[in-house]
């Protein structure tokens, strides 16, 4: 039978009628997640959801686990990449012409001012994030096997994150970028300390060729701000995104949240907060792509007792963490703005000149020995840490706070040890000089060597050895080393930050500065 | 599961209300809009909306009527608001110019202290609004502009002659003073820029014999030719902006151009000050003025003590009243000088950059007072500044007497190469006429005439080697060895030694110079005795034989 005109027609509007509903079922096809099964194929049928394993312990979801600080750090990138794209269509990276524009971005272009302050809060806030993310998965031994490869992924994700911050510092080309950024250069030229001090730069100068590799030339132009806008809006973004794709996978392939061994336990000791099925009226097997996965995977031999859908509990949480963020960014950046000072003035050097805040603690060292404060340290620092995962090889600990030998107790100590040298090596040295102001003629090279900063890092190390063998162990020294670290970075960035005032010299409030 | 839902209710409820309460701030809590709500015309209340000046040929989009409402084009007659004063009459309708290419600020902005440039490191805020007429200087250069007190002399000429009862100029005069005999005269407040007739005075007096009576014949009267004169001068120099051409005056009378160029005229030793007003205050430092950061405060406090704000330099501080410190602040001020398309370019400009017609008057008092008064001082009588040689006094009548006019000529034509004094004869300075005239005012500095020289100029055949002696002696201490100066003059100047004829010579230790440390050498001191006639030929001998330099 040949359907009439009429009926045709009538099909036709009820296809028109069904779209909504059949759009969203070709897009979610395998029905709303409403039981577990579909839940699970909701997070693996999705490009982005499946990443995640379509079950989370619930272990990882309490808040003390994580505190939410990985995702704190990628919400704070997203929100700084949405808000730079913005920044974008008005950014021009040209030299008198990128602080006109940003100019323009802060006082004509509408809501502006607050893109602006959102992308400057955020980039701010995620460096805050990445750091105690970092202190995080160190204070719950989660570096430990198998996650030591995905802790090398995060001081990786760490030095990216300080790099798209401080290529970001330059962009407004003000007197704040313009000095904060020729800092930078010479702590990037500062193995020429090194290498003058042998004699030799002439023929090998490696701080000259980073130096230029920054810059483009010999000082801070318009080749420095093309190399800086482009690592920051395009080569760093990418890295970061690179980094972040495998770290994020590794979470996965790793097994999840690290958790004490005794976490089921634990659990079952509490209250339960809901009672979902775990096997509901479906009764097609959940774990059908876990099974062919070789490896680890978050479940394979273990009970699915304690684990609950990642749709929707795990997503509510990082959602929420992800609002969280927003809201902070979004409250700060409506009652703070950016800075903006006048024009880079190549003649007119800033004093203080100031690097971005995160790099106060090593401007305090660089005070010193530019090579010890700006490269040495940072680099034993960041070594240190990239072997902690393979040095610290125990399991005592693994999963819960301050856990290893000597716990709390030992971390306690170390912050008051981490707290007290600095302040007392800064209030000597405010007081008394340094080695310069005593003996004038002393070699750079002796500096170098003997220095706040150096001295700083022999008290921190001398104190992890006696911890290690007061404890027995390695984590102990890690913890104790660490803390340390923390604490100084703490003390230092706090003092470069507030009292340093120009010529760097030591005052109580910038209130006591000489006057301009 | 509770704790994550909630956690993400209360932060996205939380994001939403800020989003939603900065939108409200954005699109609905603007200053503007609430100004603008209070607006009434006469059609009642007007729309609630942002306004702007485009002018694409000026570069200019201002917001300012946004707020500025009955400044905007066809809103004169919106009232309601404090803010809602029609502009003051003015040539540039801000309907057609915009507001920020005479006033300065920042057009686009929308909130009050952002659009007036209150905020830190604004590179280009607002002329404050005592010194608005310094932003005529955007475009307009004021031209053929004299010194001070001939500005005066024909500003007061044009009251004392009583022009003022037909004529109204900047706001002052015409039939406002019908006691006086006036009636309506064409307004005379722009015949600096429109021109006027230059037969204006033989036109006045045929008027006058012909009338019989009225204001023709009660107001009017010849005018003698010195007056008439001023009154050029002072007709030359309306261009509706008063307070502007006074202090290019006063900028005239300094020496100002004697080291800086405005417009590719004046000397090189220090900035070019063509756009001076277009300074950015983030790119001076204030560490040592007080008071605001702003740039007019900037410059008066580097008038006052041009070293102690800018280190290093060698600006003489000007020994100017308070009053004149501010004229120069406006004036600074004034020199922007913005590239204009062609359709833009004003009249003035024109003039100045295709006819080559100058900004400053040619007589000798104007040329002297823009170019000379710096060093030499207003009245010629030389300046000791601090860490410089000491500039030589011109006006000292020993010295006028008998110095002739060649040597003056050549002085100021080529200089004393070597020394501070620069050649003015050059395409961006003086012209052979101008020296002239400076020549001329130079000799009205005293009242001592010129006196004849009865001698050709080499006549002088004295014994060098004895005036070597002698002149170390006797002139080493403060001329310096072999003459090349010290605490007075260098003597081994080339220029000098060509131009100076030995009469001159010989009567300078003849006589000395009165009021400085050169006495005269016929009369014997603590320190040395007499010279005899002889014995300052021979000297002069010896200085002939420095020619060049050489000992």
Redesign the interface.
């Known amino acids: 039978m040949t359907p009439t005109t009429k009926d045709a027609l009538r099909e036709f509007s009820d296809n028109l009628k069904a779209v909504p509903r059949r759009v969203m079922e070709t897009a979610f096809r395998t029905g709303p997640p409403t039981t577990d099964r579909t839940r699970s194929t909701f997070v693996f049928g999705n490009v982005f959801l499946h990443l995640h394993a379509v079950r989370t312990h619930r272990w990882s979801l309490k808040w003390t686990t994580t505190m939410g600080l990985g995702i704190m750090s990628v919400s704070a990138f997203l929100i700084a990449l949405v808000t730079g794209v913005m920044l974008m269509f008005y950014y021009k990276p040209y030299p008198e012409a990128a602080y006109e524009s940003i100019k323009d971005i802060h006082f004509v272009v509408p809501t502006g001012r607050l893109i602006r302050n959102l992308h400057r809060w955020s980039a701010n806030l995620m460096v805050v994030a990445v750091i105690l993310h970092m202190a995080r998965a160190f204070y719950t031994a989660a570096y430990r096997k198998p996650r030591e490869y995905n802790w090398l992924m995060g001081i990786g994700l760490l030095v990216v994150t300080l790099g798209l911050s401080f290529t970001g510092y330059l962009l407004p080309w003000d007197q704040l970028a313009y000095w904060a950024i020729t800092i930078g250069a010479n702590i990037a030229q500062s193995p020429r300390e090194i290498t003058d001090a042998l004699g030799i730069t002439d023929y090998f100068d490696p701080g000259g060729f980073q130096r230029l590799l920054l810059l483009g030339s010999d000082m801070v132009g318009a080749e420095a701000l093309i190399r800086f806008y482009l690592l920051h809006v395009m080569i760093l973004p990418l890295a970061l995104a690179a980094l972040m794709g495998v770290h994020f996978w590794r979470i996965r392939k790793d097994g999840g949240m690290v958790r004490p061994a005794d976490a089921d336990d634990q659990l079952f000791r509490q209250p339960r907060e809901e009672a979902l099925p775990i096997f509901t009226e479906a009764p097609a097997k959940t774990y059908h792509l876990a099974a062919i996965v070789r490896g680890r995977t978050s479940n394979v031999g273990r009970g699915p007792e304690n684990t609950v859908p990642s749709m929707p509990h795990l997503f509510y949480a990082e959602l929420g963490v992800l609002m969280v963020t927003l809201l902070v960014c979004l409250a700060l950046s409506l009652v703070s703005d950016a800075p903006l000072k006048e024009l880079a003035n190549p003649s007119v050097p800033e004093n203080p000149a100031k690097a971005p805040w995160y790099f106060l603690g090593l401007q305090e060292m660089v005070a010193f020995s530019a090579f010890m404060g700006g490269i040495g340290i940072p680099s034993i620092v960041l070594i240190g840490l990239a072997l902690i995962p393979y040095l610290d090889r125990e399991t005592e600990g693994t999963g819960r706070w301050f856990g290893g030998p000597g716990g709390w107790p030992l971390v306690r100590l170390s912050i008051v040890l981490g707290l007290a040298a600095p302040i007392l090596i800064e209030s000597f040295v405010i007081r008394f000089g340094w080695l310069r102001e005593w003996f004038p003629s002393v070699p750079q090279l002796v500096i170098t060597m003997l220095n706040p900063g150096t001295l700083l890092t022999a008290v921190y190390a001398f104190f992890s050895m006696w911890c290690i063998r007061r404890y027995g162990s390695t984590r102990a020294g890690a913890l104790a080393l660490f803390t340390c670290f923390l604490c100084g970075f703490l003390v230092l960035t706090i003092v470069g930050t507030y009292f340093r005032g120009p010529n760097w010299v030591f005052y109580w409030s910038p209130s006591e500065w000489p006057k301009h | 599961?509770?704790?994550?839902?909630l956690?993400?209710l209360i932060?996205?409820a939380?994001?939403l209300l800020?989003?939603v309460?900065?939108a409200a701030e954005?699109n609905y809590l603007r200053e503007w809009r609430r100004i603008q709500a209070q607006g009434r015309s006469d059609e009642g209340s007007i729309p609630v909306q942002l306004r702007q000046v485009v002018n694409p040929g000026l570069g200019v989009a201002d917001r300012c009527v946004s707020c500025h409402v009955s400044m905007g084009p066809g809103e004169q007659g919106v009232r309601g608001a404090a803010v809602f004063v029609p502009h003051k009459p003015v040539v540039h309708d801000p309907a057609d110019y915009g507001c920020t290419v005479c006033h300065g600020g920042?057009g686009?902005?929308?909130?009050k202290s952002?659009a007036h440039g209150d905020?830190?490191?604004w590179?280009e805020p607002m002329l404050d609004k005592s010194m608005s007429y310094a932003g005529c200087g955007t475009c307009h250069v004021a031209l053929h502009v004299p010194e001070q007190a001939q500005l005066r002399a024909a500003e007061l000429a044009f009251e004392r002659l009583d022009c003022y009862s037909c004529h109204r100029v900047d706001g002052k005069g015409g039939t406002v003073r019908p006691d006086q005999g006036g009636m309506e005269g064409p307004n005379l407040s722009r015949t600096g820029l429109v021109a006027y007739d230059k037969e204006w005075h033989a036109k006045h007096t045929a008027k006058s014999a012909a009338a019989s009576d009225g204001p023709w014949k009660k107001a009017f009267r010849a005018v003698g030719s010195d007056d008439l004169t001023l009154l050029d001068t002072f007709l030359a120099t309306r261009v509706a902006a008063p307070q502007l051409v006074s202090a290019k005056s006063v900028f005239l009378s300094y020496g100002c151009l004697g080291c800086h160029k405005v417009s590719g005229v004046g000397g090189d030793d220090g900035p070019d000050l063509t756009r001076a007003g277009f300074k950015?205050?983030?790119?001076v430092?204030?560490?040592h003025v007080p008071g605001t950061g702003s740039m007019a405060n900037w410059m008066a406090e580097h008038f006052r003590a041009p070293a102690s704000v800018v280190v290093g330099s060698q600006m003489p501080a000007a020994a100017v009243s308070e009053n004149e410190i501010r004229q120069l602040t406006f004036f600074t001020l004034s020199l922007r000088r913005k590239e204009l398309r062609d359709v833009y370019l004003p009249k003035d400009r024109i003039r100045a950059a295709k006819f080559g017609e100058r900004e400053f008057s040619a007589d000798g008092a104007t040329l002297y007072g823009a170019f000379c008064a710096g060093c030499h001082g207003a009245d010629g009588h030389g300046r000791r500044l601090s860490g410089l040689v000491s500039f030589p006094s011109i006006a000292n009548p020993d010295f006028l007497a008998i110095a002739p006019d060649a040597l003056l000529t050549k002085t100021i034509e080529i200089g004393r190469p070597g020394r501070r004094m620069p050649a003015w004869l050059k395409a961006d300075a003086l012209n052979a006429d101008d020296v002239k005239a400076v020549i001329a005012h130079i000799r009205t500095l005293s009242a001592a005439a010129i006196e004849s020289d009865p001698h050709p100029p080499r006549w002088v055949k004295g014994d060098a080697a004895e005036g070597k002696r002698l002149f170390s002696s006797t002139c080493s201490g403060c001329h310096g060895s072999y003459g090349a100066g010290g605490e007075g003059p260098a003597l081994n100047n080339k220029v000098l030694l060509e131009s100076a004829t030995d009469h001159y010579l010989v009567e300078t230790i003849k006589r000395g110079r009165r009021g400085t440390a050169m006495s005269s050498f016929l009369e014997p001191s603590p320190v040395r005795p007499a010279l005899t006639q002889s014995d300052i030929e021979n000297l002069v001998a010896y200085l002939r034989s420095l020619q060049g330099g050489k000992s």
Do not use: I
């Open positions: 599961m509770r704790k994550n839902k956690l993400l932060s996205s939380a994001v800020l989003l309460g900065a954005e920042q686009q902005a929308t909130e952002d905020v830190h490191f590179p950015d205050p983030g790119q430092s204030f560490e």
